[in-house]
């Protein structure tokens, strides 16, 4: 008698009677198989369904690799159908909207899309808000590119003892020479050094936004007491080295001008 009248439960994939081996039963059909064979089976099935998935899935983004985004919806001419520019998902050709993205083939535009819009520019901080510093009138931060790198400012102290060091010998050759056009050259080194960190003060001032230290710094010309409110301006609240270094250098030409003129008398005896 065969194998198939004992039992009746023979494997549908290798034909061997499989009453006595693990078994699944297809719902559908009332057929048998073996259990080892049907996942073999099962496994087989998932690789041809992916690599079909994986044909298709290359097809899709060749076929958005040679369409540019901004080019009116193709049409594949085989099935007749609009494939989307932005996912590359084949739809119907009557069809407004992607249904893989939502893309709006009208409009060019996906659902969530923003346009970018420029950032408003920031607006110069006010004395005393609180934008502007911790104190009144306080300057904004700036930059080593905002404030310049110049060799006073790339080397501040020796800058400072070269500037110093410079109106110091010219002061000795003033105060040793008979004749007085050193130390008018002393005068003009002085009141020049002393207007360009006046101007500097002022337009300093005024590019920080700091307006009340602006009207400060100008008003020295006409209230020289508010000459300490500028010192205080320009080593604590300003950052602009070079500015620092050219009040250094100017105190020290103010003080070595007095020396000469007074050692020598000056316009008297």
Not at 34 to 43: G, H, L, T, Y
Not at 75 to 101: E, H, I, Y
Not at 104 to 132: C, H, I, L, N, Q
Request: net charge positive; proline share 5%.
């Amino acid at each position: 008698m065969s194998q198939g009248m004992v039992s009746g439960k023979v494997c549908r994939f290798c034909g061997e009677d499989c009453s006595a081996r693990p078994r699944v039963k297809e719902a559908d059909t009332g057929r048998y198989a073996c259990k080892s064979c049907a996942e073999q089976a099962a496994a087989q099935a998932a690789q041809q369904a992916a690599a079909r998935a994986t044909v298709a899935q290359r097809a899709r983004a060749a076929r958005v690799a040679s369409t540019p985004a901004s080019a009116a919806p193709a049409f594949d001419p085989d099935a007749g159908a609009r494939v989307c520019t932005n996912c590359g998902s084949t739809v119907a050709a009557s069809a407004a909207k992607c249904g893989g993205c939502g893309f709006d083939f009208a409009t060019g535009k996906t659902p969530g899309m923003v346009e970018a819009k420029p950032a408003p520019r920031p607006k110069a901080a006010r004395p005393g808000s609180k934008s502007s510093g911790k104190s009144s009138g306080k300057s904004r931060r700036w930059s080593s590119a905002e404030v310049g790198m110049d060799p006073l400012s790339q080397h501040p102290w020796i800058s400072t003892l070269v500037g110093v060091g410079a109106v110091a010998g010219l002061g000795v050759l003033a105060a040793q020479a008979e004749d007085p056009s050193l130390t008018a050259i002393l005068w003009i080194v002085a009141f020049a050094i002393s207007l360009l960190v006046y101007v500097g003060a002022i337009f300093g001032a005024f590019r920080d936004g700091s307006t009340g230290w602006g009207v400060v710094n100008a008003a020295n010309a006409v209230l020289p007491i508010l000459g300490l409110a500028t010192l205080y301006w320009i080593f604590l609240v300003n950052e602009r080295i070079y500015l620092r270094v050219t009040y250094a250098i100017g105190v020290a030409t103010w003080v070595t001008l007095m020396i000469v003129t007074q050692g020598r008398g000056w316009g008297g005896s």
